[in-house]
Nanobody, 117 residues
């Protein structure tokens, strides 16, 4: 069964850092574009970072310079390093494979990130 598992979220003070992990069981990420998304309460889910098979990356303007997406193909895992976190980064974070501009897998449970003093 193909499954996405996100982890690494938590409560952090403004200016702090977290590293999120996205692991896929039953499916390989190594040849795929993978994106990190987030959904804040009352808001639509948005794409914040993506990584392409060759390793190039893209970021939403709101996180550019603060977030870094990376991948470890040997571990079939994609990471999101989040630095200088702000209260507006508070959301549930999800990952997914992107194919043809659309998500290609069922959503996982996500991981909650809360930025608060």
């Amino acid at each position: 069964q193909v499954q996405l598992v996100e982890s690494g979220g938590g409560l952090v003070q403004p200016g702090g850092s977290l590293r999120l992990s996205c692991a896929a069981s039953g499916s390989s990420f190594s040849l795929s574009t993978v994106g990190w998304y987030r959904q804040a309460p009352g808001e639509q889910r948005e794409l914040v970072a993506s990584i392409f098979p060759g390793g190039s990356t893209g970021y939403a303007d709101s996180v550019k310079g603060r977030f870094t997406i990376s991948r470890d193909n040997a571990k079939n895992t994609v990471y999101l390093q989040m630095n200088n976190l702000k209260p507006e980064d508070t959301a549930v974070y999800y990952c997914n494979r992107i194919t043809g501009g659309k998500v290609a897998m069922a959503w996982g449970q996500g991981t909650q990130v809360t930025v608060s003093s």
